[in-house]
Structures are given as C-alpha cells and as structure tokens.
C-alpha cells in the first residue's frame, strides 16, 4: 500500500502556543478538506488554504461539509472544532477544547465550590454591567436589586423608544407562540446569545453547568456569560423586530443579533471576559508537556513522569 501523503502527527511540545495563532475561524456554506498541512475550504468564490497550526478554534456553520482527513488534521494540530448556527447563533457540539490543560476549568469548580470566591466571581460580573461603579462592598442581595433597576430601565427605554407596551417578560419555555411579538423576539434572541456563549465556554474547556449567579442547570454559565450582553444586544434588538409589520419575528431576530454580534465584536470580549472572571492575572500558554502533574494531598501536585517511593524508603 502507497504511504499517504500528509503531516506528521506533530509532538505536543511542538504545537504551537495559543498567543500565537488567530484565534475563531468561521466557516459556512464550503467544503472543507486537507491538503498536506493545510485545511483546504472551497466554495463558490474559490479555493483557500489555511495552515492548521495557526487556528485555535474551527466554527462550522451551515453548509459545512468537512471530511475525515480534514478532521483527522485538525485533531493532530490540537485545534477545537464547534459546530453552531449561522455565525454562531447556536451551540450543536463540540470536539475537544483549545487547550489540554484544565486550569480554568479547575479555577472554575474551586471558585464555585467556595462561599467567599463564589461572591468574588459574582461581584466580578455585576462590575462587568457597572464599570464605573464599585460594587466590592456590596451583598448579593444588594447586586441583585441594582440589576434589577438596571434591566426593568432598559425595557422601558426600549419600549418607549419602539412605542411598544410592554407588561413584563412573559413566556412559556415548552410553548414559544404564547408570548406575546416582543416575548417572542426576546426569547428567539437570547437563545442565539446561548449559543455563542455555549460554543466560547466549550472552546476555553470550561464547564457550562458550574455557574455562579445561576446554579443547578446544565448551563448555569452559560446563562451567566449571556446576562452580560443582554442589554447590549439582545433587548434592544427584540423591541426593534417586535416593532416591525412582520410575521417572520425568529428568523429576523436570529439576523439582527447575528450581526450585531459581529459588528460589537462579541465573541472576542466572551473569551476576555471569561478569562477575566476566572483568573486573577493574564496567564501566558504554558507547553502542553508541563500541564499534567499527579495530585499529592500535602504538596497540592507533583512532577509527573517519575517513579516515586514511599515515605519509608521501600
């Protein structure tokens, strides 16, 4: 049998750091294959190469048409793939995460896990919706009611601004036409948010279940991270289609935030943000060959790799 012709699975030391590669590539309407070291995408417009081991996570979107070759090198470069909605709109599943070591996903559990981090992780995301604001000394019962302000202020903003009355959120999660035209716009737009939001906490190896202003769903984080650009994105947008002479309210309002998404640059502060809440300083990328260690209850972790003796010498 003729050897394949392709790249050699590269050691993991030789990957390069995630500070080096673009990061979120997104890709639709294209066949997507390998050629050597390259991922090849085709469409309508032409052929494009695009070297693998200069993307950190791969975004399908529809249309996408990827073969096992494809994925077999991205697999090997260490890069994560997602597939989503149009422009991210929806979250559908996830391959591996853009790195192998569980740093976040272990500041995570332990922030979850305590009383005191926990509210340091709350306070960090109620400062996210009050920048200029200090909220270091206020309860959880105070953010809660300053949010509260924040959000009933800007459906009345929105409403007056649309000429919309507006009697509260309103809805049935099982039974989405009994809302009325803004609930209706209003849902449809926060699930792309959750999409977005889901496929950024995936690709950072974060758990979407373990949330801090919301607790005990499978995507309490994912709610938590999307809360941070409702009133941004989402409201605005909902009151806007909800305006319009137009029966198509889903389908328009999955447009409109997908662009706005876009165009305010979303995805890129979803990493940032997430990144900010669960580290205390900016980290650089350490080599894939330091990340695994073997957990010791005295010393926290130890060098792995190595052939250890008992305290008594045996």
């Known amino acids: ?29 294209c066949q997507i294959n390998r050629q050597d070291s390259a991922i090849l995408v085709h469409d309508e417009k032409g052929t494009v190469c695009i070297p ?16 096992h070759r494809a994925i077999e090198l991205i697999g090997d470069a260490g890069v994560t793939v997602i597939w989503v909605g149009e422009k991210g709109v929806r979250f559908y599943a996830g391959g591996r995460p853009l790195t192998h070591h569980s740093r976040l996903l272990i500041r995570q559990a332990e922030f ?59 809805y049935d999660p099982e039974d989405f036409l009994s809302g009325d035209k803004v609930n209706q716009a209003l849902s449809a737009g926060h699930a792309c948010l959750y999409g977005l939001a889901h496929a950024v906490i995936a690709a950072l190896g974060c758990s979407p279940g373990l949330g801090f202003v919301h607790v005990g769903h499978e995507n309490s984080f994912v709610y938590d991270i999307a809360d941070l650009y409702k009133a941004e994105i989402t409201i605005p947008v909902a009151f806007e289609v909800a305006a319009k002479e137009t029966e198509e309210v889903s389908a328009l309002v999955r447009r409109r935030v997908r662009d706005e998404m876009t165009a305010r640059h979303i995805l890129e502060r979803m990493v940032h943000d997430i990144r900010y809440l669960l580290e205390d300083e900016p980290k650089t990328e350490e080599r894939e060959a330091e990340m695994l260690f073997l957990w010791d209850s005295e010393r926290g ?10 305290s008594k010498g045996e």
């Open 112 to 170: 979850v896990s305590n009383q005191r981090l926990h509210l340091g992780v709350v306070r960090k995301m109620y400062q996210l919706r009050f920048p200029e604001e200090d909220v270091s000394k206020l309860t959880l019962q105070q953010l809660r009611g300053r949010e509260g302000s924040r959000i009933r202020a800007v459906y009345k903003k929105a409403a007056e601004q649309w000429k919309i009355p507006w009697k509260g959120r309103q």
């Open 52 to 67: 693998a081991a200069a993307i950190s996570v791969l975004l399908l979107g529809p249309g996408t048409n990827v073969t």
């Open 1 to 29: 049998m003729s050897e394949i012709s392709g790249m050699i699975r590269p050691e993991l030391q030789m990957l390069p750091q995630i500070r080096d590669r673009m990061t979120f590539l997104y890709l639709e309407q």
């Open 301 to 310: 972790v130890v060098k792995n790799g190595v052939s250890y003796r008992s």
